[in-house]
């Protein structure tokens, strides 16, 4: 064998190496999107990203905020009230638990949006203090109820009115979570009740990519 055929068999393993290693970090990436993975974990994507409805609402300081510019980074938008007997402190403990179970980075992609379905008792004021007990950083959003309706409506996760003339009324909701992307469309849903060791298994590969 000659020392041109011996160095063309080296540079030919040399290039089998590099492509096999480059195939295996490929398949193995962690951060890698897997769709089954991500169902699992009670995240559902839609085929076509929906574009939120024009309207403003009033976060827990009193400031005007447009639904359309939640933007920047992830959004778990729920609907619930702080009246609410059972799904509202208990989805918002896993979410802080959740956090607890992300990186800081991560965390710093993500956050948590509250819409009152309870207007009529949810002023900012009581929303602030309401989300304060959970000590997570968590937004909250009230305003006027058809706004909220629409805002609902459009992101699939519909809820029934109380009935304000009796005392104490409830409010019947749902525990699903609309996902907005950074770019402030609807990119999927994550449906109740909420996995949460999967979720923080999950979630990193979808934090780290772009709707």
Not at 34 to 56: F, W
Not at 79 to 91: E, K, V
Request: hydrophobic letters at 40%.
């Amino acid at each position: 064998m000659t020392r041109t055929h011996t160095t063309v068999i080296a540079l030919v393993a040399v290039v089998a190496l590099v492509m096999g290693l480059t195939v295996y970090k490929a398949l193995n990436r962690p951060n890698q999107l897997d769709p089954a993975r991500l169902l699992d974990a009670g995240i559902v994507q839609l085929p076509q990203s929906r574009e939120l409805p024009a309207l403003t609402l009033t976060n827990q300081d009193g400031q005007s905020q447009a639904v359309d510019a939640l933007t920047g980074r992830w959004t778990l938008l729920f609907f619930g009230y702080t009246f609410c007997p059972d799904i509202c402190p208990t989805t918002l403990a896993e979410l802080r638990q959740l956090q607890g179970l992300l990186s800081e980075e991560d965390r710093q992609r993500l956050q948590v949006v509250m819409v009152t379905v309870d207007p009529a008792r949810d002023t900012p004021e009581q929303l602030k203090q309401y989300l304060g007990f959970f000590d997570a950083g968590f937004r909250g959003l009230t305003g006027e109820l058809d706004q909220i309706q629409a805002l609902s409506g459009r992101v699939g996760i519909p809820f029934i009115p109380g009935n304000e003339s009796l005392p104490n009324y409830t409010v019947d909701h749902s525990g699903n979570l609309a996902l907005l992307g950074p770019d402030g469309r609807q990119q999927g849903f994550i449906r109740a009740p909420l996995k949460v060791q999967k979720l923080a298994e999950a979630l990193p590969a979808l934090l780290a990519s772009q709707p």
